[in-house]
Every structure is written in structure tokens, then in C-alpha cells.
């Protein structure tokens, strides 16, 4: 598949459904491992075309900011940590020095830090979080802006941002295969002005996790939002 060219990442806070979304009752038998009176956060980072040909990013570092744990990625890019019991931790992403063995071209690096976006009205009500991140040579994007990478947990809904925030065109995964559009069970808003420091994110019909979003440049943030 080409690769994606885009000519035009970042801080969550206030994810509690801000387009009008309702928070989901927590599952009574939420699986909280040894984490004790944290929050368990657990979920996937995985390469960009995922959805043709799975491709789980090895050796990621995951920490918790504000007291949480660390954690690296697992060969299939699995990560488990825990983190503070409130409404949002942000988890900072340190990328692996080296691209995992189902990358062939061996040169090839992940360009962008990223920040992990643990909400804990997703987390409780059973959301999967799944971030992805792209290689040097299949995304171009500006290190002046900010990148959104949001994950709908269930159909795809549409995604989009405040009017008062320009930026890229954006991009979507409807079945496998990334296009222009913003109705996606995944969804990159590229390159958003990160004037004022923040934006507000909605999802068609409501979701648990949208709301207002700190933008910040040089960084992927990403983040699960549960349609309604």
C-alpha cells in the first residue's frame, strides 16, 4: 500500500463525553490485577497498517506521569501498567530503538514520541485502548503541530475537532486501509495548530472520552474513546 503523505501529539484532559456522551456504569467485576488501590491500564501499540498485517511494536516504554508505573511493550505490543485511581493519567511513550522483526527494512525509525491518554470512565466501562505509531517513510507531518490519534472502541463513528483549530487533512480506517475522511474505527487529525493549548474533540453521537484536548507540538497523543 503507498504510503500515506500528509503536507500539513498531545495532552487529554477533561475526557468526560464533553459532545454528550454519557459515562458507562463500571463492570462489577473489572479485572484490576496486583494493582491495588491504582488503576490497572493495559492495551496495544501497534504499527501503522496494522489491519493488513499485524505488526506489534516491541519495547516501547510506557511511564506513568503524576506516580504511576513503567512498562515496555510486549513482542505483540502489549503493555499492562498501573496508574493513579483518577479522572485521566497521562502516560508518556519513549520509542524502541529498533523496529521489531516484522519490519523488513531494518533502517527505518519510529519518529515520534507519543503520550498515552489513561481515562479512567473508558478504563472502568471495558474500552480498549489501541495506539498505533508510523515509521519515518510512511507519514510526513510538521514537528511544529500537533498529532491526534484517536481509537473508537466499536463501529465506526465520526471524529472531529473544533472549528477553531486548522489542520491536515484527515484520515481513517473504515475496514483495512487508511483514507481521507474522518468516519473510522481509527481516526489521525494531523498537524493541528497548537494554538492556545487546547481543543475540543467530539464524536458522532457522543462518546465516553471526548472532550477538551491540550495540543501539544512534536508528539503523538493517543486516545480510546467508546462510541455511544
Given amino acids: 500500500m503507498p504510503a500515506i503523505r500528509l503536507s500539513s ?12 456522551g454519557v459515562p458507562r456504569d463500571a463492570p462489577p467485576d473489572i479485572d484490576n490485577g496486583t494493582c491495588g488501590s491504582l488503576l490497572r491500564f493495559t492495551g ?8 493488513t498485517a499485524f505488526c506489534g511494536v516491541f519495547g516501547a516504554k510506557f511511564q506513568a506521569e503524576q506516580g504511576g508505573g513503567s512498562a515496555s511493550t510486549a513482542p505483540n505490543g502489549r503493555f499492562d501498567l498501573c496508574v493513579p485511581a483518577q479522572a485521566l493519567t497521562l502516560v508518556d511513550i519513549v520509542q524502541p530503538v529498533t523496529v521489531p522483526d516484522c519490519i523488513t527494512d ?21 474500552g480498549l485502548w489501541s495506539g498505533r505509531t508510523f515509521l519515518d517513510n510512511q507519514v510526513t ?15 465506526a463513528h465520526a471524529v472531529s475537532l473544533d472549528s477553531a483549530h486548522a489542520h491536515g487533512p484527515i484520515q481513517a ?14 481516526v ?3 498537524d493541528v495548530d497548537p494554538a492556545g493549548g487546547s481543543a475540543a474533540l467530539s464524536v458522532d453521537g457522543g462518546a465516553i472520552g471526548s472532550g477538551s484536548i491540550p495540543l501539544v507540538a512534536g508528539k503523538m497523543t493517543t486516545l480510546a474513546v467508546i462510541a455511544n
Fill in 9 to 20: 501529539i498531545v495532552l487529554l484532559c477533561a475526557c468526560g463525553g464533553g459532545d454528550g
Fill in 44 to 51: 496495544e501499540y501497534v504499527n501503522w497498517e496494522n489491519d
Fill in 106 to 126: 531494518k533502517i527505518r525509525t519510529y519518529p515520534l514520541p507519543g503520550i498515552a491518554v489513561a481515562n479512567k470512565d473508558v478504563i472502568l466501562a471495558g
Fill in 141 to 155: 507531518f510538521d514537528s511544529a503541530k500537533a498529532q491526534i490519534y484517536v481509537h473508537v472502541d466499536g463501529t
Fill in 173 to 186: 480506517i473504515v475496514d483495512k486501509t487508511w483514507a481521507p475522511g474522518n468516519i473510522g474505527h481509527e
Fill in 188 to 190: 489521525f487529525i494531523p
